[in-house]
């Protein structure tokens, strides 16, 4: 039986090899955050040379594709993204996800925008019915926190403040527990427009393209 990381491992090494085949030589990619996106980005060094620059969803991510000697450009220099590869917290049939486990989930949404298109690479415990049961990152402007808790709380979830957490914007995170997502494109409209929510963790409106999926019996690829 494999082991969740042999599964992201695994899942990495099938996104290196989508990017080779499908990535124009010197195109630009982008590149998101968490342990998949780690062991993706590990992958990405072995082709490094046919990639033109790459731009990074978080501070965290753009020390490890500098550390491996692959360029890092500013989101504002660039007018073409080919690809946007990023890992998930859930992902239901739909390819609509919850992101935001790892507090980057602003940055990772402004990059899936400008991506042509959006490869998720999860393992198969990420892929579920209906999304709620990982609590919802919601990132927060820090006077609004308590505010903005409320009216989470109206909704019909639990807020938790994440504790020790400042995101790459300076911001905060709560967490919302407790939400059954049956409309993941209305909660995402809904939570948006709260004041003092910078935005939420679900990626609905622009949900992925490409599912690649590690699970006991191989990687799976899903598209919309
Ligand atoms: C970070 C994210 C990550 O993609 C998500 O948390 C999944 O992380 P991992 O690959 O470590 O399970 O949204 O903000």
Redesign the pocket.
């Known amino acids: 039986m494999a082991t969740q990381d042999e599964l992201?491992q695994a899942v990495a090494r099938a996104a290196r090899d989508y990017v080779a085949d499908r990535l124009p030589v010197g195109g630009i990619l982008g590149v998101?955050?968490?342990?998949?996106?780690n062991f993706f980005i590990d992958e990405l060094a072995a082709i490094k040379d046919r990639i033109g620059g790459t731009v990074a969803s978080s501070e965290a991510t753009a020390k490890r594709l500098a550390g491996h000697g692959i360029r890092v450009l500013d989101l504002n220099d660039v007018d073409v993204m080919g690809i946007y590869v990023?890992?998930?917290?859930e992902i239901d049939h739909g390819l609509a996800l919850v992101?935001?486990?790892?507090?980057?989930?602003t940055r990772?949404k402004i990059v899936a925008a400008v991506a042509d298109v959006f490869v998720c690479i999860?393992d198969a415990s990420k892929r579920v019915q209906t999304m709620g049961r990982f609590p919802l990152p919601v990132e927060v402007i820090p006077m609004a926190r308590a505010y903005v808790g409320r009216e989470l709380a109206k909704l019909g979830g639990q807020p938790k403040l994440r504790e020790g957490m400042v995101t790459d914007n300076g911001n905060l995170i709560l967490d919302v527990h407790g939400l059954a997502i049956t409309d993941p494109a209305g909660l995402e409209d809904r939570i948006n427009q709260i004041v003092g929510v910078v935005t939420n963790g679900l990626f609905a409106r622009r949900g992925a393209d490409v599912l690649l999926l590690a699970t006991a019996d191989g990687v799976q690829t899903h598209a919309r």
């Open positions: 992201k998101g955050t968490g342990s998949t996106a990023d890992g998930a917290d992101k935001g486990g790892g507090g980057a989930l990772e999860c």
